[in-house]
Structures are given as C-alpha cells and as structure tokens.
C-alpha cells in the first residue's frame, strides 16, 4: 500500500497533464509508412540503450552498431549520438527506401517510436505539432473532424469527464502504454499490480477513451486549418 501512495504521489505531482493528451494522440496515431520523419534536415538522437537495441536486432556488436549507423550529436547532448543520414534526401541509414519502412521498425529507436504525437522539446507552445508533410497525421486530423461531433463520441467525453476515479485510471493506463512502447515492460507492468489497474479486454474500448480523453483535453478549433502537403 505504502509503494503504491508513494507512486500515485509521485504521478500526479510529476508529470505534466499534457502528457496524457499526447500518449492518447499517438495510441490513436497510425503510421502510413510514406517516410517523411525519416528523411530531411531532421534526424533521430539516440542514447545507449537505443544502440544496444539496434545492436542486438541486428545480430552485431554495438560499438559496430555505433560506427556504421551513428554519427556525433551536433547538439552535444550527453550520453547521446545521432543516426547517420544518407543520400541526396538525407535519408536514415535504417530506411528501407523502396518499402519506405524502418528495416528494424519494431525495435526503432525511442524517439521514433513517439513521433509525431509526443512532443520531444518540452519547452515548446505547442502540445501538439501537426505535420504537414505526414501522411499519418494527415489521417489522424480527418479521424478528428470525423468524428469530434458525433453523438456517440460526446456521449464518451461526457461519461469519461463525470467519472473521476476512470479518468485518474486512464492516465495511469495512458502512462503504463508510454512505458510499455518505450521497451519498459517490467516497469509497466509492476504499474499494474501496485494500481491495480488493467486495460479493458477489448482494445477498442481503450481508444475510444483516449479518442474522448484528447478531444476533452485539446481543442480543434485549428484543424480546418490544417493542409495535408506531403
């Protein structure tokens, strides 16, 4: 009982609200594989754990996985180098140009695994950043115009904003499904036995909270905006 107050108070004092919104956007989110994020001027940081990873997927060691696939950090971040980029597009090392798929894409570095939902820079105004040239975000946009008014989806936000002990279990599963992605599998699993909290048998009931959660969280006054360039 003491391990799980002491995590609860941990986890509602510690990790910002935003959060939440964003985990929700990328459990909704759907890769189209168009290979945009893997391409340009941009490029993946990775940390030790993301070489290990690398390494053991490719059956090498990881000081080759360092030298064939990374390169410095410019930025200098501690512990971190970059993955090398290639070509006349700049294009990962590790994209598979004609599929236009990851060649380890079940075991993809971390920063891969949360683009484009979760916002790596911290400090930024936007909660969310709604690519233009992502074919995935493109969709994920239509998916909330389509169904932000509908009867059954108000009826979700209406049911999940009235029930504060299912919304707090929500962010919690928000939270275990970040870790869970993030290769943290113990971690989120020893999260379920302290809580005492499990996903609902069917997945589509999961989404359907988080699809309620993000439109209670997030305004879409902008999205009309939005135009898909890719």
């Known amino acids: 009982m003491i391990e799980k107050e002491s995590f609860l108070q941990w986890f509602y004092t510690e990790i910002p609200k935003t959060l939440f919104s ?24 990775v940390d030790e754990a993301d070489l290990h990873e690398i390494a053991r997927t ?61 916002n790596a820079d911290t400090e930024s105004e936007e909660i969310i950043c709604f690519y233009s040239d992502c074919l995935g975000t493109a969709k ?36 275990v499904w970040l870790r869970r992605m993030m290769g943290e599998i113990e971690e989120a699993e020893h999260i379920c036995r302290i809580t005492e909290i499990s996903f609902p048998p069917e997945e589509s009931a999961f989404q359907r909270d988080c699809l309620a959660y993000f439109l209670m969280t997030i305004t879409t006054d902008g999205l009309d905006e939005y135009q898909y360039e890719g």
């Open 22 to 45: 964003q985990i929700a956007a990328q459990v909704l989110f759907r890769c189209e594989n168009c290979g945009e994020c893997c391409r340009g001027e941009g490029y993946a940081l």
């Open 58 to 118: 490719l059956g090498i060691s990881p000081s080759k996985a360092r030298a064939r696939f990374t390169d410095p950090d410019p930025e200098k971040n501690p512990g971190c180098r970059i993955l090398k980029s290639i070509g006349p597009e700049r294009s990962c090392c590790l994209l598979d140009a004609q599929a236009k798929r990851c060649t380890i894409y079940n075991h993809r570095p971390r920063i891969c695994r949360t683009f484009p939902m979760l």
């Open 140 to 175: 994920f946009v239509k998916m909330l115009q389509e169904n932000r008014c509908d009867p059954k989806v108000q009826k979700d936000i209406e049911s999940l904003a009235g029930n504060e002990e299912r919304l707090q279990a929500l962010k919690i599963l928000l939270f």
